[in-house]
């Protein structure tokens, strides 16, 4: 998903009229801004009008609040296919927060909608780092995992042993590494020598 660079100012006013100048996912009149919906090729069809706080938060993942989009509620059942988009986008997201999985279970999307909202979710997937397991579990950050095999720890002076418990791991740009606390250290562990708890 990415933001709009130079939108000409009849889009930007078809844009104010159909949303009767307020965010099309949250209703907010506060800092309007065109938002393009990737791949977008321009058109009013294809771009919606966002807030400042649904601009910024879809713009970065590190802030986006889960309960300010409780509000696609509302807006998920839209005319408008881009917003239709959007909020089926957010709410994949979100969707490990649970609610948001009960609202994608009911939105219903036109086969050439739900292959637009499709694709820009795999866009981001391709650049998203993928960590897994031992067995090829996908780990996520604060999950808890089992070290299954004795490994010394270098520079630490100890042997993190097999069985040890990994509580609220951190994942790093290496998809091969996480970092956790083990005997009361931060360390970098190997995913190969872990199993998702």
């Keep these: 998903m990415r933001k709009t660079k130079g939108y000409n100012m009849s889009l930007e006013q078809d ?19 065109v938002y ?3 791949p977008s090729d321009g058109s009013v069809d294809q771009a919606i009008m966002l807030c400042g706080t649904c601009n910024e938060q879809i713009l970065d993942d590190s802030k986006i609040d889960a309960n300010h989009f409780r509000c696609l509620n509302d807006s998920m059942w839209s005319e408008v296919p881009a917003v239709q988009v959007m909020a089926y986008r957010v709410l994949n997201k979100i969707k490990a927060e649970g609610w948001p999985q009960e ?9 050439a909608t739900k292959e637009w909202a499709d694709a820009g979710i795999e866009e981001e997937d391709e650049d998203k780092i993928i960590h897994k397991d031992s067995n090829g ?25 097999r069985g040890t418990a990994v509580r609220n791991i951190t994942l790093t740009t290496n998809p ?3 970092e956790g606390r083990v005997n009361g250290t931060k360390i970098v562990l190997l995913t190969c020598f872990l199993k998702k708890s």
């Design 137 to 161: 579990v996908i780990l996520a950050a604060g999950d808890t995992v089992t070290i299954i095999k004795d490994l010394e720890v270098k520079g630490a002076g100890f042997t993190a042993k």
């Design 176 to 178: 091969e590494q996480i």
């Design 36 to 38: 393009e919906v990737a």
């Design 103 to 111: 609202l994608l279970d009911m939105l219903y999307l036109e086969d």
């Design 15 to 33: 844009l104010i009229n159909r949303s009767n100048s307020s965010c099309e996912l949250c209703s907010s009149s506060i800092d309007l801004k």
